[in-house]
């Protein structure tokens, strides 16, 4: 496999994870209703599952910037590079994580 087959299956992945990212964020969160009598305990399991569904949005949203980033990386060439050392990044690791931004020696040690 060459190099530009390598980016264009990063990118095709990239694509493909920014679609159910975006879809993901811009989900509707219900709200809780209306309270009644009796309904205390419901409406604290609504607010729960409203306040997880909102972290998880919010996570979603970060992986989202950080799809978008490794796009704009591929764009400008830089893309397997790391963002801190300039190291090439590990093919395997591009692999499971395409929007990795850090070498593992950078990742270990806490670089942001």
């Known amino acids: 496999m060459t190099p530009s087959d390598d980016l264009a299956i ?8 920014r679609v159910v990212l975006d879809a993901e964020v811009h989900a509707e969160i219900e709200g809780p209703g209306q ?3 009796g309904s205390q305990a419901a409406a604290a399991t609504h ?3 409203q306040q ?5 949005r919010d996570k979603a949203r970060a992986q989202l910037e950080a799809v978008e980033a490794a796009l704009a990386r591929i764009e400008a060439g830089t893309y397997g590079r790391c963002t801190s050392c300039g190291n090439p990044i590990t093919p395997e690791r591009l692999e499971a994580i395409p929007w990795a931004e850090h070498c593992i020696d950078c990742q ?3 670089v942001r």
């Open 10 to 17: 990063a990118r095709a992945a990239l694509e493909a994870e």
């Open 35 to 37: 309270m009644t009598y």
């Open 47 to 49: 607010v729960f599952e």
């Open 52 to 56: 997880r569904d909102i972290a998880l």
């Open 108 to 110: 270990r040690a806490g």
